[in-house]
């Protein structure tokens, strides 16, 4: 800000007036789930008066981390980011502490030995919703006498939502010998992948008792599958997803669906609150949890007319 | 014996011969694997089995790669295709979505026409920046593959816009005697190309401007308006099979419609033995070429192939497929014999030779 | 000069191409220190003959040796090895890179390993001055005419240590003074002891510096004979395999009356056409029934002036009238409108459609004349192809066969075809003879009379100057891109005076100044 | 004899461009023009760092790029320049994880690719099938190789790896990387490479029209295998830089990167069909992309979606003035 008043809108021009800068990085825009994810951090940014460098890294590391050496250049205040992958973050990141820039991660971990390179994570639990899915059911077949076999829909493959989903809800059926996952496959989080995918499974094994889908998304492109085949969802398959994306909770509520755990994209004004403590200097946890829940047929009817996304 | 003989030749030598002994194997193997995958009930007055499946989720594929034929024979192409399809669907289903009743066909009606008027122009502006400003046809659609994905989002707001529709629903899921309606779509659409490019003089045409397009120019050809042309027609294409792709799951999403799918397009109309350089092109061949490709998407899935085997054997199956129909490739693996050739007419006269 | 060794013999060499047998058999013999001409018509399998020597196709059956050793070459890498150097019929070089390296890429000169680029163009450009070539040799070799191509080519085969040189029908793009130059550095090179393969369809070329004759007939031996000892009328008849009765002159036929065709109103009148740094503005009248000659040194613009009359290129100065009314030639399109049709002179990148069949090739002006939406219906497309097929001999008469898979001469015909089906009102015919063998293109001069009998006019450019005298009523002289003469071709007008006008406008001999 | 008219032309004046540069001339300036927009527009802009930043974050695409234009010279089209990056950082990855030597992981890094290309460009030398598909299958066989590997990110801690990526080169207040160097040396071995050797010469001549070359003598199946050779390894190059550049190997990165990298070859001026263009112009098509990927991140206020439209847009409007810039001066 010295002399050079007519450039535009800078970010480190506002630095004057003491308006915090977020550079903050998005992984895409690649569902509904990380649009409403965007849509909460740009809202309680601007609620929280801090001003925002958003950047789209079209589910590219590179771009993302491009995009933070920008932002150093740019001299935001705070950075953060939901990573695409887990690994190759270091570099970058140190880039950013050597010009004393704090970093949160959001959504998704990183894997770097250096803790101190960034300064928090917010975000769900991935492991904890497959869990979760699982727990319940388990729960719902603990009096199960024969075999319950369960296909699976996983996510995009490699993904950490998908790996972790997956992860966690093995752990949970591990509990009843009874409970087999007799077909995973990937649909790619998209419905259309999800309903092809479910159609070939429906095709090959005969019986299907549970449906196990990574996201809403592909739960609903599985369920134009299994009407096809001419089976009631929520009926004669039981079926369990994770995500709460309104239209799932549509399903849910419908009967369609048997069960949600959620994974909240509304993770805005949580994140601003770090980010104003983070500039502060104060102390942060090194973890926090967004608020989840999970929901059945009757929890969803009730949730469905107060649901923001 | 010798015509049974040539009449085999005939038959091995045919253009589809080796493209449809691979859909044949591809069939095969699935079937040895799940011996069901054959079979086709009658479901609730529906076909309904695995084969169904694959034709109905091809009818997008057949789609594009139709249009995408016509601007690959003018020695273009164009990757614009799969976000043309995410725009369009995307603009339908929003229409749609914003109708107090979702099941009048009007209002269907109106969306689709709405979203296919939208599809010309993007197409026109593939082809005024080919044919009227003179872009590298890749590059050119380039910008619209990026953006148009872009456009697609905007229009859904990065939202995936679901509908409730049955008129709409028909264009993908549907049924028309016993059969996926979807197909009959793919099907009416190839005959009506066919019918205007090998019934006109049009296929002729466009295979001289791929061929060479100065020439085509010298006689008389307007060169320009037919390399125009075939970019509108294959957004047009590119429209319908984006409608397909959102009306089979009843659900637009602006990221995720018709992704790559101007490279299974592509793979579909070279398998299909039409030449990247232009020049002649062959629908039944990219008919042939989508159906296969199709194909091995489903064999993925019904065979359980986890996605990682699953890109390794299609990389196999492609060069498979182009091998086996390579002349130069047969060439080294058929023992030499006497080819067809008219017997040479007696000699007119005794050879004359003067010493040297 | 029995006991001499042939360097080259070919023996029992047959090729077969899918349903045509280009090749059956032949024999073929070369000494040192000869020009050899292999003579044929249009598709008897003289550019097969080459190609299967220098192993750009394998044969189906024969030998060939080489100084007494057999070979069997793998492409033309592998000749240029061994001492064959090869111009193969139209231009194969790369209009992308400069003169210089057209000629000697592949053998840069280098200094350390790395090419040496200045001393590639003094090198390149001391060549060319041999052949009397004075040409910017960094520019791309594309943007020269196809004449200039031509004589690079012949430069790059002439410079390498060669024992056997090639040159299928190197003479076809040049005119008078190029050929001339030709024929010095073929002498030279001769007497240097290289043995030489010339393919033309110019007798005076072939009894001006040929040793010795081969003739070929549909892929088979006729025989091989002293060039002394086979007289004009002789080789004719062994490559046409008949008498020669069908080529009488044609010189009664041209005597028609010139004021009776320049009384009426012209069909088109060009009023200062020209265009900027192509073709200075000139002015031309063509009557109906009319055989305008156009003449002049290659590079002279003639090309361009064809080119402006058929909207090819669009002209940016003067005024155009086609039958009195004035027109607007915008492009091709308008210009096969108002009926001119245009036979280009590089029939490889301007004129066939390779891909295509030659049905398709033939068809293909009248087709967009037409429209795509009313195709010619297959009978109509049938009897005409048949009927030009049969009128020009094509060879193979096979309508579906790619147009790509046509001997030289044979193509040249099938875009002959294309426009003559048009029937068109005015016909620009650049260079429409060459490479054509002597019996067609006596076939396409009695065609250009008979044609212009009946009413057409004719726009002729040709670098044989007696032909353009034989066939026009009026010869156009083109100096430096301009024109510089128009004769009346009476009786007083020979070559000398065309010649006189093409080397120093049109002053001294008092002519009709433009 | 009277001299022919076509020793009319003078020699050239030195300071008319030769018409084969004016495309790349024509880009320089253009990219000029936006990057001053882009200082105009935003104050940090101006840091030399910056422009250091653009060279950092895209030496690989850079490196992958130029093999590109080796490619893209002979006519062909090299699409599996992207998964060869990523199968390329995933092997060193998980070698190094194994705890394999450097030097010998760099070596194998070294060799999948042009291995790898050398198998492409045989088959489609021998077996005359079109470059497209047969990089297409190159593409899904490496993808496929990635995820056969590990279907997750694997991180890379080996020393020699951390200190090649963090390595800072300073220059005056600045830095480049490692990579940097890499790549501007790939460029300037390329660059050399295509002007003053005969396999440089030859790839021209290719791209020029086969069937002459072939005719000419040239060594067209072997320049033709070479450049897919050099494809390959310029991905392997370009692989290891992007594991210096993330310290990772992941199964999903560099993905559409064959795009990229045909833009940037495009953008470049090098025609598609073959035998025109310049590594240099590669350069600056990269370059282009950088900035325009800058200047989006600097102004920070799009959408995802917007990005996508602003980036086409930009795309358009560049291309469209290099074409007008170019004819203008023709
Ligand atoms: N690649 C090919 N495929 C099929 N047929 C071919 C091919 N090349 C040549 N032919 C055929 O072989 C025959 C001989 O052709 P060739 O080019 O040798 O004739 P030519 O004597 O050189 O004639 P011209 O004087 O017209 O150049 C022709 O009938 C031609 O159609
Ligand atoms: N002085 C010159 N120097 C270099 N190139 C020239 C010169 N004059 C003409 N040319 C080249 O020759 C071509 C023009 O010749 P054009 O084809 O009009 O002549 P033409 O009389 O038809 O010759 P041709 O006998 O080759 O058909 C142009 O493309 C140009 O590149
Ligand atoms: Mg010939
Ligand atoms: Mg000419």
Redesign the interface.
């Known amino acids: 800000a010295c002399g050079n008043s007519d450039t535009g809108s800078d970010a480190g021009d506002s630095k004057g007036d003491g308006q915090i800068v977020l550079g903050f990085s998005q992984v895409g825009a690649e569902s509904g789930w990380r649009t409403a994810n965007t849509n909460s951090i740009k809202e309680s940014a601007e609620k929280a008066g801090i001003k925002l460098q958003f950047d789209d890294a079209q589910q590219k590391q590179e771009n993302q981390i491009k995009a933070i050496r920008n932002f150093i250049q740019q001299k935001v205040d705070v950075i953060a980011f939901s990573p695409v992958v887990e690994s190759g973050w270091d570099t970058v990141l140190k880039e950013a502490k050597d010009a004393k820039i704090p970093v949160i991660l959001t959504d998704r971990a990183v894997d770097s030995a250096d803790k101190s390179l960034y300064k928090t994570f917010i975000g769900s639990d991935f492991v904890k919703e497959g869990r979760l899915a699982g727990e319940w059911l388990v729960e719902q077949k603990k009096s199960a006498s024969g075999p319950v076999n369960i296909v699976e829909l996983q996510g995009t493959t490699g993904s950490a939502p998908a790996n972790d989903r997956k992860k966690g809800f093995a752990e949970a059926i591990a509990a009843n010998p009874n409970l087999k996952v007799v077909a995973s496959q990937s649909g790619d989080f998209t419905r259309a992948g999800g309903k092809q995918v479910m159609e070939q499974f429906l095709k090959a094994n005969p019986k299907i008792d549970v449906l196990f889908a990574h996201n809403d998304d592909m739960g609903l492109g599985a369920l134009e599958a299994i009407t096809a085949a001419g089976k009631v969802p929520g009926k004669d398959i039981t079926i369990i997803t994770i995500d709460a994306v309104k239209d799932g909770m549509q399903a849910l509520a419908d009967g369609k669906f048997n069960f949600i755990a959620e994974c909240s994209p509304l993770l805005g004004d949580q994140l601003m609150d770090l980010v104003k403590k983070v500039k502060a200097g104060e102390e942060v946890p090194a973890r926090v949890e967004t608020q989840e829940t999970t929901f059945t047929q009757e929890q969803a009817k009730a949730a469905l007319p107060t649901r923001k996304y | 014996m010798s015509t049974a003989r040539t009449r085999l030749a005939g038959v091995t030598g045919h253009r589809l011969f080796w493209p449809l002994v691979v859909l044949v194997v591809l069939l095969a193997a699935n079937t040895v694997y799940r011996p069901s995958f054959l079979s086709v009930e009658l479901k609730n007055g529906h076909l309904y089995g695995s084969l169904i499946d694959i034709l109905r989720l091809s009818a997008p594929l057949i789609l594009v790669a139709l249009g995408m034929s016509l601007v690959i024979a003018t020695g273009g192409i164009d990757l614009s295709v799969g976000s043309v399809a995410a725009v369009c669907g995307a603009i339908a289903c929003l229409y749609i979505s914003e109708q107090p009743d979702q099941n009048s066909l009007g209002g269907v009606l109106t969306a689709v026409a709405i979203a296919f008027g939208i599809a010309l122009l993007l197409g026109a502006w593939n082809g005024i920046l080919v044919a009227g400003i003179g872009i590298q046809p890749i590059i050119a659609t380039l910008i619209l593959m990026v953006a148009g994905r872009g456009l697609a989002q905007l229009v859904t707001s990065g939202q995936i816009i679901t509908i409730n529709s049955e008129p709409y629903k028909t264009i993908g899921v549907g049924h028309l005697l016993t059969l996926p309606f979807a197909i009959i779509i793919a099907l009416a659409v190839t005959l009506v190309v066919a019918l205007l490019t090998r ?4 296929g ?2 466009i ?2 401007v ?3 397009a ?9 060169s320009r308006r037919i390399t125009f042309l075939v970019y509108v027609v294959s957004a047009a294409c590119a429209a319908v099979a984006g409608f397909m792709m959102t009306a089979n799951v009843s659900s637009a999403d602006g990221n995720a419609v018709g992704l790559w799918v101007e490279l299974d397009a592509i793979l579909a109309v070279v398998i299909g033995g039409t030449s990247l350089i232009g ?2 092109f062959y629908l039944s061949g990219t008919i042939v070429g989508a159906l296969i490709i199709q194909t091995l998407t489903t064999s993925v899935y019904a065979m359980n192939i986890d996605p990682q085997t699953a890109l390794l054997f299609k990389a196999v199956v492609v060069i498979a497929v182009c091998l086996i129909q390579a002349p130069a490739f047969r060439a080294r693996f058929r023992r030499r014999q006497a ?1 067809g ?2 017997p ?2 007696p ?3 005794q ?6 | ?2 006991q ?1 060794h ?1 360097v080259l013999t070919m023996t029992a060499i047959s090729k ?1 191409f ?4 280009a090749l ?1 058999g032949v ?1 073929f ?1 070369l ?1 040192p220190g000869e020009v050899h001409a292999l003579m044929g018509e249009n598709g008897a399998g003289k550019s097969t003959l080459i190609k299967v020597l220098t192993g ?1 196709y394998g044969t189906d059956a024969g030998t060939i040796t080489l100084d007494g050793q057999q070979v069997s070459f793998a ?3 592998q ?3 061994a001492g064959v150097s ?1 111009v ?1 019929q139209e231009v ?6 400069s003169v210089a ?1 057209n000629i000697f ?2 053998r ?1 000169p ?1 200094r350390l ?3 040496n680029w200045r001393e590639m163009r003094r090198r390149a450009q001391q060549l060319l001055a041999r052949i ?5 040799v ?1 520019e ?1 070799l594309g ?2 005419s196809l004449a ?1 191509q031509q004589m690079v080519a012949i430069a ?1 085969a002439v410079d390498v240590n060669a024992r056997v040189l090639i040159l299928d029908e190197p003479t076809s793009s040049l005119d008078a ?1 190029e050929v001339a130059q030709l024929m010095r550095i073929m002498r030279q090179l001769r007497d240097d002891g290289i043995a030489i393969v010339f393919v033309t369809h110019f007798l005076d070329q072939v009894y001006g510096i040929a040793d ?1 004759i081969t003739v070929l007939r ?1 892929g ?7 060039t002394a ?1 086979l007289p004009q009328i002789a080789l004719v008849e062994k490559m046409i ?1 008949h008498e020669l009765d069908a080529l009488e002159r044609l010189d009664s036929e041209t005597d028609r009356d010139r004021a009776a065709i320049a009384a009426g109103e012209p069909f088109v009148a060009a009023d200062g056409l020209g265009r900027t740094g192509s073709v200075a503005p000139f002015s031309l009248t063509i009557h109906a029934g009319e055989v305008v000659g156009l003449a002049g ?4 613009g003639r090309t361009e002036v064809a080119r402006l009359f ?1 909207g ?1 290129d669009r002209a940016d100065q003067g005024r155009l009238a086609v039958d009195g009314t004035p027109a607007t030639i915008r ?3 308008t ?2 409108d108002r009926g001119v049709a ?1 036979c ?1 002179e590089n029939r490889r ?8 069949s030659v049905r ?1 090739n033939i068809i ?2 009248m ?4 429209g ?5 219906p297959r009978r109509k497309q049938d009897e005409l192809v048949e009927r030009y097929i049969k009128a020009l001999s094509i060879r193979p008469a096979n309508p579906d066969m790619p147009v790509r898979n046509l001997s030289g001469g044979n193509q040249q015909k099938v875009l002959l075809a ?1 426009w003559l089906i048009t029937e068109p009102r005015l016909l620009i015919l650049d260079e429409p003879t060459r490479g054509i063998d002597i019996g067609a293109k006596t076939e396409i001069q009695r065609l250009v009379a008979q044609l212009s009998d009946g009413g057409m006019a004719v726009l002729f450019i040709s670098a044989e100057l007696e032909e353009v005298l034989r066939l026009s009523h009026k010869v156009v002289v083109m ?3 301009r024109l510089v003469a128009q004769l009346d071709n009476d009786d007083t007008l020979d070559a000398d005076r065309v010649m006189r006008a093409i ?2 406008g049109a002053e001294q001999e008092g002519l009709e100044k433009v | ?9 003078g ?2 004046a030195w300071w008319r461009v ?3 540069q004016v495309p790349v001339l024509a880009t320089l300036a253009l990219l000029l023009v936006m990057y001053g927009i882009g200082v105009s527009q935003y104050r940090a802009f101006s840091n030399i760092q910056v422009v250091f930043n653009i060279f950092i974050d895209n030496g690989f695409l850079l490196v992958v790029a130029v093999g590109m234009t080796f490619v893209i010279l002979t006519g062909g089209i090299d699409l599996s320049v992207g998964s060869v990056v990523a199968m390329t950082a995933m092997v060193s990855a998980s070698l190094l994880g194994d705890g394999v030597h450097p030097a010998l992981v760099l070596l194998i890094a070294l060799l999948i690719g042009p291995t790898l290309g050398f198998a492409m460009g045989c088959v489609i030398h021998f077996f005359d099938i079109q470059p497209f598909i047969v990089t297409l299958a190159g593409m899904f066989f490496a993808r496929g190789m990635c995820t056969w590997i590990s279907s997750t990110s694997i991180p890379i801690t080996d020393g020699f790896w951390t200190s090649a990526a963090q390595e800072r080169i300073r220059i005056g207040e600045n830095f480049v990387t490692v990579s940097v160097l890499v790549a501007l040396a790939v460029v300037a071995v390329a660059a ?1 490479t295509l ?4 396999l440089g ?2 790839v ?2 290719i ?3 086969q ?9 067209v199946g072997r320049t033709k295998i070479a450049v897919y050779t050099i494809s390959g390894l310029c991905s392997a190059i370009g692989g290891i830089l992007l594991s210096f550049y993330t310290l990772s190997g992941a199964p999903l990165i560099a993905v559409g990167m064959e795009l990229d990298t045909i833009a940037a070859v495009v953008i470049g001026g090098t025609l598609l069909t073959g ?2 263009g310049y590594v240099f112009g590669t350069l600056l098509g990269v370059l282009v992309l950088g900035v325009i990927q800058t200047l989006i991140t600097f102004d920070g206020s799009l959408s995802s979606w917007w990005t996508k439209i602003v980036i086409g847009g930009l795309l358009f409007a560049f291309i469209l003035l290099q074409r007008l810039v170019g004819i203008r001066k023709k």
């Open positions: 019934r006109t003089a049009l002729m045409i295979e001289a791929g061929g060479n100065e020439a085509s120019r010298l006689a008389g050809v307007r020049g002649r080819p050739v008219p040479a007419a000699v007119e006269k050879k004359e030779q003067v010493p040297a | 000069m029995s001499r042939p077969i899918p349903g045509v047998r059956d024999d013999r000494f750009v492409g033309p890498m000749a240029t090895a090869t193969y194969n070089l790369l209009p992308n890179l390296e890429i592949g840069e280098r390993g790395s090419v009397d070539l004075h040409i910017d960094t791309l943007s020269y200039v790059r003074d010795r549909n088979r031996l006729v025989g091989e004979y002293p000892e395999g040194l290659l590079g002279s058929f090819a492009n091709p399109v210009a096969i245009f280009s990148t301007e004129g066939l459609v390779g891909e295509l398709e293909l002006a087709q967009a004349a037409r795509w939406l009313r195709p010619v294309r100096r430096d891109r080397a120093s | 004899m009277t001299t022919t008219p076509l020793a009319a032309r020699p050239r030769p018409q084969r050399y002007a003053y050797t005969r010469r030859n021209y001549a791209g020029g029209n069937q002459s070359a072939l005719l000419m003598g040239l060594p035998g025109s």
